[in-house]
């Protein structure tokens, strides 16, 4: 459990889980939203998770991942510095660090965290931040901490996937994978704070009603 001492702060940054069924828009939304005015002017960012391998053509280290080997990764898990264990997406590893999360209060950053809908319902059950952090440390995140769940109509999210996977598009992966999400779903959706429709052909519709809610 991590521990920092938060005596005398006087001001944390701002966290924004978004989560949603694959094909909601999730990373499209996140993209906007850093590009709306009133997050400029607040300094959000994205929260960047680590990834073991290299970056592609047009990332960027320590915008679009924090890029590191496996056995950096590994070691991380290991010492206690991750919140999540190593998860194996296409050909790597990726996690998210207790130290960027810790940012939002030792730096007063203010973070948008991409997640799926597994670990967000950890979040919105109240058993995340503080199976990770102390007791004030877990207040203080609660406390800045607005979840949204991103979703649409099915043949919206069918669509969005064909035309993000192209040749690779195969609907018996997805198929398990809606299969987990709306387990999850079922169990925790009436705990999401926000649920904003990402309707095709309306996104700034759905980027102005979450920025609008960050500032309630």
Known sequence: MTERNTEGK???????????????????????????????????????????????????EGYSYYFISEEEMLKMYENGELVEPPTQTGDSLKATSKSELLKVIDDAESLIWRIDLSRAAQIVS????????DPDLAKTFEACTKVFLIESEEPVLVLRRK??????????????????DLEVLNKFGKFFSRKIENPQGDLDSAVKEIVKSVFE
């Open 126 to 133: 109240g058993d995340f931040f503080t199976s990770e952090f």
């Open 10 to 60: 006087t001001e944390s940054g701002r966290l924004v889980v978004i989560t949603g069924r694959s094909g909601s828009g999730k990373d499209v939304i996140m993209d906007q939203m850093l590009n709306e005015r009133e997050l400029k002017q607040l300094g959000f960012r994205k929260l960047v998770t680590h990834a073991t391998r290299a970056p592609r053509e047009g990332e960027i």
């Open 163 to 180: 035309e993000r996977d192209g040749e690779k598009y195969d609907p018996e992966q997805y198929r398990l994978r809606d299969e987990q």
